[in-house]
């Protein structure tokens, strides 16, 4: 395949989605659902000019994500009739402090995989115009890619969502000891959710504002607080959950229970931070060993072989 051949077959594809996507895009190609039937009957009246309000994109792509979301929108609502992880991502979500549904994330997904996809399919269009062109290495580069841009976006939730469990451990201690001392102060468990909540910033000060804002619409306190360890399963967390449940049912002192759950944490990063300067002082014995300790022993050895070499 020459360059000006592998040139025309990527203009063709170009032309060829760009076509499809304007076909599909056809009201008489997509099921209009009732809710978005009926949408523009049910929304208020806002004198606002949408032109001065601010976007609301979801996804780092802009405006490729508005246009390319009612045909994932359509693709990813077929394939959750087959209940792919849908449970198990919403719990992953909500441990990542996201609003977005799994609708949304899938939809994120397919379009940095279509951003892997395109540009491997770049790189083989720039090699096969110089001539190096192989079909199945080119073929196996973008499947390769498109797959490792779905997976990336994946990695990238976890990671989010352990940066964010980092941060409400150690924000921990001191929310604990707030509610303590709001507790000894006079105030019930819900004052003192209250206080938290107005006083302080951060990913555990949103999480007692959603439990908060669920005994403020009805919801009993002690089931808030298990939805909230439910939602977080972190080990702290839940000892504490329950270390609540059990003195607001049996009576014992609250700010006791929380200034004991404090010091349960702070122990416990404590001995972390311990184990991990095991694990670095370990480790820093092989550039020691393998690095330092060969070079000390040249700088020692050689000056006394040297001697012995001008002795003979």
């Given amino acids: 395949m020459t360059g000006l051949t592998a040139l025309a077959a990527f203009c063709g594809l170009l032309l060829g989605a760009g076509l499809w996507l304007i ?82 994330f899938r939809a994120e997904q397919l379009l940095w995989a279509a951003a892997g996809f395109a540009a491997a399919l770049v790189v083989v269009v720039v090699n096969a115009t110089g001539g190096r062109f192989s079909p199945v290495l080119a073929v196996a580069t973008v499947l390769v890619c498109a797959l490792a841009g779905f997976l990336f976006r994946d990695y990238m939730l976890r990671v989010q969502i352990k940066r964010r469990e980092r941060r409400m451990l150690a924000e921990f201690p001191s929310l604990a000891e707030l509610m303590a001392l709001a507790v000894g102060a006079g105030e019930s468990a819900s004052g003192a959710l209250d ?11 949103k999480e007692f504002a959603l439990v908060l804002a669920a005994t403020r619409a009805g919801t009993p ?32 002192p609250l700010a006791d229970v929380l200034r004991a759950q404090a010091a349960d944490v702070r122990d416990s990063a404590k ?11 370990i480790a820093m014995m092989v550039p020691l060993v393998f690095g330092v300790l060969p070079l000390t022993v040249i700088f020692a050895v050689y000056p006394g072989l040297a001697a012995l070499d001008l002795g003979f």
């Fill in 271 to 281: 001995r972390e931070l311990m184990e991990a300067a095991g694990r670095k002082e």
């Fill in 221 to 252: 306190l002690i089931e808030a607080l298990h939805e909230f360890s439910g939602r977080t399963e972190l080990g702290p967390l839940v000892r504490f959950v329950d270390g609540i449940v059990v003195a607001v049912e049996r009576g014992t």
């Fill in 195 to 205: 206080r938290v909540c107005r006083t302080a910033r951060g990913e555990l000060a």
């Fill in 23 to 104: 076909f599909v895009r056809m009201p008489f190609m997509r099921t209009i659902p009732f809710v978005e039937r009926i949408e523009p009957q049910l929304r208020s009246q806002n004198l606002e000019s949408r032109l001065l309000s601010a976007p609301s994109d979801i996804a780092p792509f802009g405006p490729l994500e508005r246009i390319l979301r009612p045909v994932f929108r359509d693709a990813l609502g077929y394939l959750a009739k087959f209940n792919l992880g849908t449970t198990s991502l919403n719990k992953k979500l909500a441990k990542a402090g996201s609003g977005k549904s799994a609708l949304d």
